[in-house]
């Protein structure tokens, strides 16, 4: 049975997910304030973490940093952008915003104990290339190779196979996707992601031979596995 561990001081909305997420057959600890939080998990070491980040005491960005291979999901009514990237850059798997629609938040569970590790960022990334398969793109210059062949890609199609690359086992949530590649590209919106991903698609097929990126029906996109 995974166990999820909730830091949240808001009673009444850790309890609507307590009771949800038992109803999925995951043991649930609780804790109220990021001092409470840290005491919590130097006793134990769930399996994921959901993060809120107006807690009492230190905040969830103070303890978000201090959390270590441990998948946490941010759980915030917090709606700027530049928080949700600082964020998802400093560590957190996902990030999700309050309101939310308790089938959303229970996907991104899903997701995010399948792959079992925090997502990884191009900062942590010790080359400067990327493979998967025999794709391999040069963070450096920007170059994108299938085999031995360029592929010309657009900054947004970059910009997307980049995060898809640095995350290879991993479904990636059409909401995160966005807020990832904002820092690379300005102009990919909800409506226009699925037109982005089928023209990388076709790119990527029209010289590698195959397909290279899964979608994943209900939540996002990840590479194709053989």
């Known amino acids: 049975m995974k166990h999820i561990l909730i830091i949240d001081d808001d ?3 850790g309890n609507i997910i307590e009771e949800a997420l038992i ?25 994921l973490i959901l993060l809120d980040l107006m807690l009492p005491g230190l905040s969830g960005e ?3 940093p201090q959390i270590k291979d441990i998948p946490v999901i941010v759980v915030s009514a917090k709606i700027d952008i530049d928080d949700k990237v600082e964020l998802l850059l400093g ?3 996902d990030y999700i915003t309050k309101p939310f629609e308790m089938k959303e938040l229970l996907a991104r569970i899903t997701v995010a104990l399948r792959s079992g590790v925090t997502a990884v960022n191009s900062k942590e990334c010790p080359s400067s290339f990327l493979s998967f398969d025999n794709l391999r793109l040069d963070i450096m210059t920007h170059e994108v190779f299938a085999g031995q062949q360029g592929v010309n890609l657009t900054r947004t199609e970059y910009a997307i196979l980049k995060i898809l690359m640095q995350n290879p086992s991993q479904v990636i949530a059409k909401s995160l996707l966005l807020e990832r590649i904002s820092e690379d590209t300005p102009d990919c919106t909800d409506s226009s992601l699925k037109t982005h991903i089928s023209h ?3 790119k990527l097929r029209d010289i590698g031979g195959k ?3 899964d ?3 209900g939540i996002g996109f990840k590479l194709k596995s053989e």
């Open 211 to 213: 397909e290279y990126i």
């Open 91 to 93: 560590g957190a798997a």
């Open 200 to 202: 990388l698609r076709k």
């Open 11 to 13: 009673i009444h909305i």
């Open 62 to 64: 103070e303890v978000l």
């Open 23 to 47: 109803k999925e057959d995951y043991q649930v600890s609780r804790a109220y304030s990021g001092t409470e939080a840290l005491y919590v998990l130097s006793a134990s070491k769930p399996d």
């Open 215 to 217: 979608a994943v029906w």
